[in-house]
């Protein structure tokens, strides 16, 4: 039972490029959710998927997309990589809405 | 906006000391709210949640609610050095899926 994993741990990229950062869950939970954390700006909604087949915007959606490929499987794509996007991204999943999240363990991302 | 404040620290308390963090919440409408401890370089963990005014106690963690003042606590007895990370509180809006989280405190315990 592994919780939530994601993949890539680190990724560098240069301003411009694509990529698509991995989360999946076996815990059989019905939302999902991404964030991201800066310095000083704590932990802040990128976007979200309450349950199979609805994502919604968070707090800081400009820049990103995500797709749920189903219940397990969350991913978040950036098209067009900034410097602004250098970050640590978490993935976090909970059974229901406004219930516990448990979190995985982060992608470090730097867009040079 | 909805918002969550916490006071970034660090709070620094002696081993054994009670450390105590704060959290405010503007949202009257949350119903539920948590306690989650992020050690440097890694991911938040639970630590509590609590739904009901008034104290709910785990171990050596206690965490206190007063809606009507809108602010919740989270008491750490007998404070060890393994304590030592950021806590982050978050509340849930009333009529949304999301969490709010604030920016979290940093507490050191000193040994």
């Known amino acids: 039972n592994a919780g939530v994993t994601q993949t890539p741990k680190f990724q560098v990229l240069k301003t411009g490029q694509s990529m698509t950062l991995q989360c999946a869950q076996d815990?059989?939970?019905?939302?999902m959710y991404w964030y991201r954390q800066d310095p000083g700006m704590g932990l802040r909604l990128i976007y979200y998927s309450a349950s199979e087949g609805t994502t919604d915007k968070g707090e800081v959606p400009n820049g990103y997309n995500v797709s749920r490929l189903n219940k397990r499987e969350f991913s978040l794509r950036l098209e067009s990589a900034a410097p602004s996007q250098t970050s640590v991204y978490f993935c976090?999943?909970?059974?229901?809405?406004?219930?516990?999240?448990?979190f995985g363990p982060g992608t470090r991302l730097l867009v040079l | 906006q909805k918002e969550v404040e916490q006071n970034s620290g660090p709070l620094s308390v002696p081993e054994g000391a009670i450390a105590s963090l704060n959290c405010t919440y503007s949202d009257r409408g949350s119903q539920s709210f948590f306690w989650y401890r992020q050690y440097s370089g890694k991911s938040p963990e639970l630590i509590m949640f609590i739904y009901s005014n008034g104290d709910k106690e785990d171990g050596r963690f206690t965490a206190q609610l007063n809606k009507a003042s809108q602010y919740v606590s989270l008491l750490i007895r007998d404070s060890q050095p393994s304590d030592s990370a950021t806590y982050l509180c978050?509340?849930?809006?009333?009529?949304?899926?999301?969490?709010?989280f604030g920016t979290g405190t940093r507490l050191k315990v000193l040994a």
């Open positions: 978050a509340v849930p809006p009333s009529g949304t899926y999301k969490y709010i």
């Open positions: 815990m059989n939970h019905n939302s």
């Open positions: 976090a999943s909970s059974e229901l809405p406004q219930e516990t999240q448990y």
